[in-house]
């Protein structure tokens, strides 16, 4: 072996859950493959994690132990801090601060410790010219954050499109192969681990919004901003808004959306029908992908498992590999000073098409209504069909607009409401044509 | 604008083709945003091309001028050379010694010369310290050399695979799509620029293997070596398999495939049949494709545009913000000194499956003959299927096999040959299940 570095990069890893486990198998198993990769031998030093005493199948006598995770900043045989126990706030907020204050590198699969505190900390690691890396907090495995932040960084990015929550692609694809509703497919999902006992981070969006945060950030050259970022889940699909998905050429799909365009930056995660056609439509069951249109590039994909213990200790050691071999710039890809401040589009005015589905009353002059209804906030119809007898009495009306405001569509929906025909509140998706 | 090193990075251009402009163009209009991006400023300083006078749409004036490239590598007005020139040898290899003997950082999008000479030039960009970067030599655009070189540096790479050529993508597609000929797509690929007036580097698969040469050696920690590359290109391709293929489940595409096994690596270039299913097969017209898969990560996908001024700039000037923010590792992601030698797997000994065309006499006994052909080198038949009259006479007879040696593929083949009842050479593709 060629010239290495005198000293091996010690790291200190903090959680170790199957990421933190994961972690620890490859740079015991891979030490010399990562050794010619890094130009530094890479060890685990010390460790931290909730029950010292559990069998995690791993040997963790010959390294340090900390009850508190942030004595890791402090600990002196500790070069990097590996952070894989989650949370916004609490000790991995402490320990980040307290190790880039201390000019000690740090690694994090966090997403939302960066996408709530990112700017400061990077704030942090600028001040003490540090790296702080999270190329696991998004897409686990999949180099997406490289991609964003050094591979298209010659680009303006114009728009982006994720889907970035395994959880909810995995619900979202077995309801349309197997024709199941939303409660059956979760509670079938939380039995064999692909879902939280707790579902609500995933299912809500509340984690696609913290990954599409950090990609919106590192695009747009933005802090994180999780307050301007309108989020809805999944929760609402019902399985008959699938089947007309696919009988219009389109699929369902949570989206993290982020768009720049002269007048500011849209941010936001929803369910969307996507175009068959799309590469978006044919990520199905846990995998993750994501579209990124830049100005000089175009549009360029990536596709993988998203998460892991594989996967996401894959990304935390490449992060560490980039320490090693020097790599060290501003985390947020521009210093926090030249972050600029964009002004948020707010979904009202964004225009786009629409997917709205009625359940009506099938008497003559329905149609008029619904019709008049659209007309009074001059939504046109692209496409109208009316089908067979729903699910609890009445007719379904399925529609999509052509271009129109949010906040026109929005509208119509309230004249919808009040009509006496419509049975229930009617269902609206967006449409987006990635 | 926060702190900036004092002085800007000063760019030496070699070559002011498609690409030349375009980097120009890139550095004169996005030199904000580059610079925060950077670290520093991003300048031109001076450039070289065969012909002074021609008219590029630029305005040179600013720029000091050498008629000899080589001369950038001792001009001190550049502090990087940026290589658009092509050509394995000649002007491109020359200055590409020059600057990295000197430790002038070298960014470079010449396939060929990386192919060729990587191993070489990585010795001596490691002997001065200094830069040699490549990415827009593999898939202009889509930063892949990056992903394999450092997102992906925790895994051993198992298997890649590429679509790599756009115009060879581009006359399949066609041919598929509009039912023509191969000499009728390629000759109005000519009329419209999409392939050259000697199109034999690509369609003959020659740039697939500079590219599938240089992500085999980053994958696996070898040098690139295209002596130890099998290539072969598109010509013999026929609209009837085209169709079979369809017919089957399968689309053809010319891949680069690079594989490691416990036994050694395979490196290979290659039209082949490829699932419908498999995301290689929704890959069309001019597109370029890498799918990677590694021991933590398992596959991953990655696609974007491939070439053009846009996509390939992109990707030269990402290495050149990469060099001004410090990275500078070795070249090919391990010291020269510690490449490994694996032994290269002769085709022979390749395990696949392949489909088989035969154009066969219409007579009783035939089927007989062939099936005792592929009986006598044991290869087993997947499935077979007769259909009307062939072109020229006789009926075609295709059938796909089941695993088998290549060594015993072509041995049938053979056989075939000396049927009387066979009317031509039999045409043979790889099934690829990527």
Same mark, same amino acid.
């Given at each position: 072996m060629s010239e290495l570095k005198r000293k091996p990069l010690r790291l200190g890893v903090a959680g170790l859950g199957t990421v933190g486990v994961g972690v620890v198998n490859i740079v015991e198993n891979s030490g010399d493959m990562l050794s010619t990769r890094a130009g530094q031998r890479i060890v685990v030093s010390a460790v931290s994690a909730r029950? +010292? @005493? +559990? !069998? +995690? @199948? &791993? !040997? *963790?006598?010959?390294y340090g132990w900390h009850d508190n995770a942030v004595d890791l900043a402090g600990d002196d045989s500790v070069d990097l801090v590996v952070e894989l126990m989650g949370g916004s706030d609490g000790p991995a907020y402490a320990l980040a601060k307290a190790c880039l204050a201390a000019g000690k590198p740090f690694v994090t699969a966090n997403k939302a410790l960066i996408a709530t505190h990112g700017k400061e900390l990077a704030a942090l690691a600028e001040a003490s010219k540090t790296a702080l890396r999270f190329e =696991? #907090?998004? =897409? @686990? @495995? *999949?180099?997406v954050v490289k991609a964003l932040m050094e591979g298209l960084t010659a680009n303006k990015i114009n728009e982006l499109y994720g889907i970035l929550n395994r959880t909810c692609n995995y619900i979202l694809t077995r309801m349309e192969r197997e024709k199941l509703a939303f409660d059956d497919v979760l509670s079938e999902a939380q039995k064999i681990g692909y879902a939280e006992a707790d579902p609500t981070f995933d299912i809500d969006g509340i984690d696609t919004a913290h990954k599409t945060a950090i990609l919106a950030a590192i695009a747009f050259g933005i802090a994180p901003d999780l307050g301007n970022l309108p989020t809805e889940g &999944? +929760?609402? &699909? #019902?399985p008959v808004d699938i089947d007309y998905a696919r009988e219009l050429g389109y699929r369902i799909k949570l989206l993290g959306v982020a768009r720049q365009t002269g007048e500011g930056v849209e941010v936001r995660v929803h369910p969307a029908m996507v175009p068959l056609s799309s590469p978006l439509a044919s990520v199905m069951d846990a995998t993750n992908a994501v579209l990124i249109t830049g100005d000089q590039v175009g549009q360029t994909g990536y596709e993988g498992p998203g998460a892991g213990q594989g996967p996401t200790a894959s990304s935390v050691i490449a992060d560490v590999v980039d320490v090693a071999r020097g790599i060290c710039y501003p985390p947020l890809g521009v210093p926090v000073n030249d972050l600029k401040k964009l002004p948020y589009l707010g979904s009202e005015s964004h225009i786009g098409t629409y997917y709205i589905r009625l359940r009506v009353t099938d008497v003559p002059g329905v149609m008029a209504e619904i019709t008049q209804s659209l007309a009074a906030e001059t939504v046109s119809i692209e496409s109208m069909l009316q089908r067979g007898h729903a699910e609890g009495g009445g007719v379904y009306i399925v529609l999509t607009t052509h271009e129109t405001t949010e906040q026109s569509a929005i509208a119509a929906l309230s004249h919808f409401n009040a009509l006496d025909c419509v049975l229930e509140s009617p269902a609206m998706l967006r449409i987006e044509t990635a």
């Open positions: 029950d +010292r @005493g +559990r !069998d +995690r @199948g &791993i !040997d *963790l006598s010959a =696991a #907090a998004v =897409a @686990g @495995g *999949l180099p &999944i +929760r609402n &699909i #019902a």
